[in-house]
């Protein structure tokens, strides 16, 4: 089955913008992230980094972040409109807010708006759900999320609604019982939220992304060209694979598939958010990674300390059957746990304005489909929000680099990360063959399921001039091991 690919990543280019007016304009090219001022920022520390090592935002200098400083309505509209495409990256700021304008991306928050007035945390959030297509939990929810705070009396009555959905999807934590919906959000602040908007959205789902999630397995050693030794860690990736429902029909299921990385020689390694080494990492821990042109962990983050906790029940499962009022899922042995008790697979009541998000953009229930793997966010007895984590994909490129157990791939669309594993059929110039004998230059189209390290390949079918000497691999030290 092939279906179109999942939207351009949630963040990508979101935050890059190229305007001198923009609150994350573009800054001198170099090592990104080794900013110099986030000693009063600590808590945004990690987010900052991994953020800006995916080239999603920029410093004012090149060791300045500025994460102090405040956001305007106009540069936090069109974050937003690049967050979902609206807009190319070479419009100009001022056309970027004249769209938000047409928009209609300043109404509903609150009086004196404009696009050059700083941007306070509730119109922050209002505008995020606006973009996102989800409206709040009800009053009922709204009441209690908000009520765990001790300010929930400052909240605009325009805004309990998006505040509310923040609180209940763990996007939102307040600040020493506060949440301080009037005051201007900040860079750093502003960063940390759509850290955390990432993870719970899964962006590594899509083909531009350069991200690999999972848990920490192990760490080791290679040799590089230059007879330097370099740090390799192996992760348990996040991904999907074939599987049966529970009706007998062909699904996906969530699994982990043990893969290593070199670590780049100028990689940064965050702990409890803390800057630390690889030494702190524990077997199966959480780990989120972000790889460099070169394919190497460039940022290493423990998630531990900054998953999203959400509010309300959770549980991932694979779709087997859905409709305008319910949708069937068959879940992992244990499922997930929510206010009232475990949930596992079975069938979910659909709330009457449920917010369906793929790739990082608004969509409805006509693009969730069976095989598909969702999140779904459970309130009250009723699924209030569907996060699609992964859908059948066919995607065709030419090879730029090769792995013991995956290839970059380029595509019309951006790279694209392509794993396998032994259940993998591959096939080069009609012949069977295996992943090792894929070249760079060599022309690809694989199918599988988008997931949280790319697309995992079900097939791999590569022509190519396997009988010659390979092209150089951009990914692959020569004469070095990736183990």
Excluded: C
Excluded at 79 to 90: D, N
Excluded at 445 to 468: C, D, M, N, P, R
């Amino acid at each position: 089955m092939q279906m179109k690919l999942l939207a351009a990543s949630a963040l990508t280019g979101a935050l890059v913008l190229t305007s001198v007016g923009s609150a994350f304009a573009a800054g001198p090219k170099g090592a990104p992230g080794h900013f110099k001022d986030l000693a009063d920022a600590q808590f945004a520390q990690s987010a900052i980094t991994t953020l800006a090592a995916q080239g999603l935002v920029n410093g004012v200098s090149q060791t300045q972040f500025d994460p102090g400083a405040p956001i305007t309505l106009g540069q936090l509209a069109a974050i937003l409109l690049r967050y979902q495409g609206k807009v190319k990256a070479q419009s100009s700021f001022s056309g970027q807010v004249q769209t938000a304008q047409t928009a209609g991306y300043f109404q509903g928050l609150g009086s004196g708006v404009a696009p050059g007035r700083d941007a306070t945390r509730a119109q922050a959030m209002a505008m995020i759900a606006g973009a996102l297509g989800i409206k709040g939990p009800g009053s009922a929810a709204e009441a209690s999320m908000l009520g765990q705070f001790h300010d929930k009396g400052k909240v605009p009555a325009w805004a309990k609604g998006s505040m509310a959905l923040g609180v209940q999807l763990g996007l939102l934590k307040g600040d020493r019982g506060d949440l301080m919906p009037e005051g201007n959000i900040t860079r750093a602040e502003l960063a940390v939220l759509l850290m955390r908007l990432e993870l719970l959205l899964g962006s590594s789902q899509t083909v531009q992304s350069s991200t690999v999630r999972g848990t920490f397995v192990g760490t080791g050693t290679t040799t590089n060209t230059s007879g330097q030794t370099q740090t390799t860690v192996t992760v348990s990736v996040y991904g999907a694979q074939p599987a049966t429902g529970s009706d007998g029909t062909s699904t996906t299921t969530q699994t982990g598939t043990n893969e290593t990385f070199t670590v780049s020689p100028v990689g940064q390694v965050f702990y409890g958010n803390q800057t630390s080494t690889l030494a702190s990492f524990k077997a199966g821990d959480p780990i989120f990674m972000i790889l460099d042109q070169d394919g190497e962990a460039a940022v290493i983050v423990d998630t531990a300390t900054t998953e999203v906790q959400t509010e309300a029940g959770t549980v991932t499962g694979t779709v087997y059957q859905v409709s305008s009022g319910s949708i069937s899922i068959t879940a992992p042995t244990g499922g997930e746990h929510g206010p009232t008790g475990n949930l596992g697979s079975g069938t979910y009541t659909l709330g009457s304005s449920v917010g369906v998000v793929l790739g990082g953009m608004a969509g409805n229930l006509s693009n969730v489909q069976p095989g598909d793997v969702v999140q779904l966010i459970v309130s009250s007895g009723q699924v209030t929000l569907i996060i699609v984590k992964a859908q059948v994909e066919t995607v065709t490129g030419t090879v730029l680099g090769t792995r013991p157990n995956w290839l970059m791939l380029s595509t019309p669309n951006g790279s694209v990360r392509v794993a396998a594993d032994q259940s993998s059929q591959v096939t080069l110039n009609g012949q069977t063959a295996t992943l090792g004998d894929i070249q760079p230059g060599d022309q690809v189209q694989a199918q599988g399921v988008s997931g949280e390290g790319g697309l995992v390949a079900q097939t791999i079918t590569a022509t190519g001039t396997a009988a010659q000497a390979p092209t150089m691999n951009v990914f692959m030290p020569q004469g070095g091991s990736d183990h």
